[in-house]
């Protein structure tokens, strides 16, 4: 689920099922479809006209600071697809990035963009050697096989067709043989353009520097390559307060404070908890030793 970031639209939120996307009036409670036909003939394409598109496994969105563009994980295919929100406009849906093996191909060619799971905008401009981008241009989004793709949008006179690189997470702890099995939970993008990222199979929380993809261990424990079974994580909530709070059990998703200063994770299986981590006052990864 994300709100329109436009104040005159802040009570405007947009949410996903697996087949569509609606808006929701936060002030009245009527909620309207999107994009995405309510039919399901398990297979994607886009249309001029949003609510006769189809999608087939929505899973997360993601909004232009303008409130212009909604961005939708459309996993079942390896897409992430585009919807216009501009006023007036029919909601048409592009796919911007496809990671599937097909023929045809939709958007930007993108082998890595394996099962996409989660969005981010970077928040502020960031520079690209001698380019600007103005804030809004750079999502981030995550998906299997230990990546993170880094997508900028087009931009007139800078970077007309847009682009994509892979981010791969460096870790001393984490091995190829490791990365095989993560999943990532949850992304989020600090005011420096540092990502804070949550990862269910070790339940960790990890800040990855986005040029680099030199991550530091914020909360959890990446030596561990399997969840703990439901048994386990029953007798290691008992013990939660007694480790001071430090061990996360099942983290499930993740937002940052206005201010930049914590991180709230959402704590599945340990009775639900919002967890609270401090970030550093001045985030500048590349000065953090690693843990």
Known sequence: ??????????????????????????????????????????????????IRAQFNRCVALAITPDGQSLYVCDTYEDLVRQIDLTPNSKHAVTTVLDGSCSIKRRGIPCDELRAPSHMCWNRHTITAGSVAYPPGSVMYVTCSEHHIIEYRTPQVGVNEAGSTRAISVNYPQITDEHSSVLDFNGIECTASGVLIVVEIRTCSVFAIDSITGRANLLCGDPSRTEPLSYSELEDESRARDALGGTKLYCPMSLTLSRDGRYAYVVDGLAGSDVRRLTLPEEFELMSLPYQ
């Open 1 to 50: 689920m994300v709100f329109d970031p436009q104040p005159v639209r802040s009570h405007i939120m947009y949410w996903c099922d697996r087949r569509s996307v609606f808006e929701l009036d936060t002030k009245t409670g009527v909620h309207r479809l999107v994009a995405g036909a309510r039919e399901n003939l398990f297979f994607a394409f886009d249309c001029e006209e949003g």
